[in-house]
């Protein structure tokens, strides 16, 4: 059973950091995408940050671009997102999962990790 566990989120001020993990199990994931999106209360879960299967590529909107970094480890089957210079608009609940075609996944969504910036 696939499963996929976000940790690491919590209060930060902004201008912080944090790291984000998302740990694996179930399915092959050196072969997989990954991507981490984030969902504001009340608003629609947008992608985020995306690397592909083998590392070499990495991709982020333009809202994190500069601020957040994605990697990933495949001996540990883990996704990480490590989040600088924290905005208060940064503040949603984290995802992980494998990116699929039209903006869909492949995995049912864990139940992420809570980030709130709050000064």
């Known amino acids: 059973q696939v499963q996929l566990v976000e940790s690491g989120g919590g209060l930060v001020q902004p201008g912080g950091s944090l790291r984000l993990s998302c740990a694996a199990s179930?399915?092959?994931?050196?072969?997989?995408?990954m991507s981490w999106y984030r969902q504001a209360t009340g608003k629609e879960r947008e992608e985020v940050a995306a690397?592909?299967?083998?590392?070499?590529?990495?991709n982020y909107s333009d809202s994190v671009k500069g601020r957040f970094t994605i990697s990933r480890d495949d001996a540990e089957n883990t996704v990480y997102l490590q989040m600088n210079s924290l905005k208060v608009e940064d503040t949603a609940v984290y995802y992980c999962n494998a990116p699929f075609i039209g903006g869909r996944v492949y995995f049912q969504w864990g139940q992420g990790t809570q980030v709130t910036v709050s000064s």
């Open positions: 179930g399915f092959t994931f050196h072969t997989y995408s």
């Open positions: 690397i592909t299967a083998a590392g070499d590529t990495t």
